[in-house]
């Protein structure tokens, strides 16, 4: 694996078109410029992209990623891994399972999403390349996201997990990412605080 998979999730955008009023690949490429460390395609959702047309952005960001050399991580959408060559997959507690994808992949990065105490306990949690630990605040931006669980979880899964990599999601903003970070988090993963600015530079600056 060619990344540092914890410095890669410092500051980590997710997105897809649904998330944006531009181009979603003139938002992606302003956060490339601008410094972000790593992308998830998130095409899911009220509006999103399915078939043909999903598949054709998909191509477009991650050929974005390839040229600055971060990593294009999919969301739950298996097919596309190989399709994309992606470098990696995130799923969540409800999606395929991480042992099924470290058997398909052995060689890619896998992200879970961990909510809670009991979520960690019966989640492979040595098969994962990290976690996504959230939401740490309110988000309006997934409408079946869990109640905000704050930042003492990030406090939590670095107290039981010293080296995991470990990146919090959830309502995330240029106001309060350090405090995320403060907690023991890599890293912060935002997307409406990138999708709805008007100075995307700045935004991944204070991020
Ligand atoms: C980095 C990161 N963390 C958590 C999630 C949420 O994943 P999931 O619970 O599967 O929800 P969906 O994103 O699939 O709606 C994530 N995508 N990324
Ligand atoms: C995709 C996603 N997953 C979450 C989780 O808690 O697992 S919260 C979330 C949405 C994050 O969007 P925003 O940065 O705009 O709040
Ligand atoms: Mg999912």
Not at 60 to 67: K, P, T, V
Request: hydrophobic fraction near 40%; glycine fraction near 8%; charged fraction near 25%.
């Amino acid at each position: 694996m060619p990344y540092q998979i914890k410095q890669n999730l410092r500051k980590y955008f997710i997105m897809g078109s649904q998330n944006c009023n531009d181009d979603p690949v003139r938002v992606l490429e302003s956060a490339v410029k601008a410094g972000i460390t790593a992308f998830q395609f998130r095409e899911k959702g009220e509006g999103s992209l399915t078939g043909d047309a999903k598949l054709e952005l998909g191509k477009q960001l991650r050929a974005i990623c390839r040229g600055y050399h971060i990593p294009f991580i999919v969301n739950d959408d298996v097919s596309l891994v190989d399709t994309l060559d992606a470098d990696g997959i995130h799923v969540g507690q409800d999606d395929q399972s991480v042992d099924e994808l470290r058997n398909l992949f052995p060689d890619k990065i896998i992200g879970l999403s961990v909510s809670n105490a009991s979520e960690v306990a019966k989640s492979p949690i040595h098969l994962v390349d990290y976690i996504g630990a959230g939401p740490i605040f309110s988000t309006r931006t997934k409408s079946d996201a869990k109640s905000a669980v704050g930042v003492e979880w990030i406090a939590t899964l670095r107290e039981q997990f010293p080296n995991l990599p470990i990146v919090g999601i959830g309502g995330i903003t240029t106001e309060n990412a350090a405090s995320v970070i403060s907690k023991g988090a890599d890293g912060v993963s935002f997307i409406s605080a990138i999708t709805m600015t008007e100075d995307i530079k700045e935004a991944v600056r204070q991020l």
